[in-house]
């Protein structure tokens, strides 16, 4: 059960956090958030999908890692295999806070019951003049941009629903030993829908900066064929 914390140098001043990737640690998941703001560099490794969200009564974003729960595809021998993580996965054990209720203050909040609490070795939060660390100052960095995107997307979404740019998206995939798996509630971009907007829906869609994350979403769905490539290679090799 999570247990989180506000972070501070009274209460975490030894505080040391593991960087390694394993299931262990809390890696073996088949999907992250992302957000609009890091499509490019996502796309250049995983798929992204969209996924109704009853909570902000509108869709999210999901980099995607495998093809069922608690798949990763991308941890090897205890590293990531991409050179880019999302920022959600990347900054764990690590959350937004928010301070007392009304305020906009953000707080770094620390979930205390992860596995990534090292005891004893891995990165310090607090050097021993209770300052952030270097690796803090880059989590803080991360978590500000998480938080302010993920809200910043909900124009995105918007203009996609808007726009009617979304279609669900049921994928079969048949691997190289005969079994079978389905990817089922996402939705992708409607490529179709895309290429018939009119001129003036396009310049719109520019003009508010959706237009890039659109394009980077569709090309990220070129990774799906190295998704079902990293399933085979992993069932080839137990």
């Not at 004893?120 to 991360?142: K, N, S, W, Y």
Request: proline share 5%; with cysteine.
């Amino acid at each position: 059960m999570p247990d989180h914390a506000i972070l501070t140098p009274e209460e975490h001043r030894d505080l040391r956090i593991r960087t390694d990737r394993s299931d262990a640690l809390g890696d073996a998941v088949m999907a992250c958030i992302t957000v609009p703001s890091e499509f490019r560099r996502v796309q250049t490794h995983y798929p992204i999908l969209f996924q109704r969200d009853q909570t902000r009564d509108g869709f999210t974003a999901l980099a995607m890692f495998g093809f069922e729960a608690g798949e990763n595809l991308f941890l090897e021998g205890g590293r990531w295999d991409a050179r880019y993580r999302p920022l959600a996965i990347d900054s764990q054990p690590f959350l937004v806070g928010r301070g007392p209720e009304g305020s906009s203050l953000r707080q770094v909040h620390i979930d205390m019951a992860s596995p990534r609490i090292g005891a004893g070795e891995g990165m310090r939060v607090f050097d021993d003049t209770g300052r952030p660390t270097p690796f803090l100052e880059r989590i803080a960095d991360q978590l500000r941009a998480l938080d302010e995107d993920y809200v910043a997307a909900t124009a995105f979404f918007a203009a996609l629903q808007r726009h009617d740019l979304l279609e669900p998206l049921t994928l079969d995939v048949t691997l190289e030993d005969g079994s079978k798996n389905r990817l089922v509630g996402y939705h992708v971009i409607d490529e179709d829908r895309l290429e018939a907007l009119d001129p003036a829906s396009v310049a719109e869609l520019h003009a508010e900066g959706h237009l890039l994350p659109i394009f980077m979403a569709l090309a990220s769905l070129g990774q799906i064929g190295d998704l079902v490539a990293r399933k085979n290679r992993r069932l080839a090799h137990g």
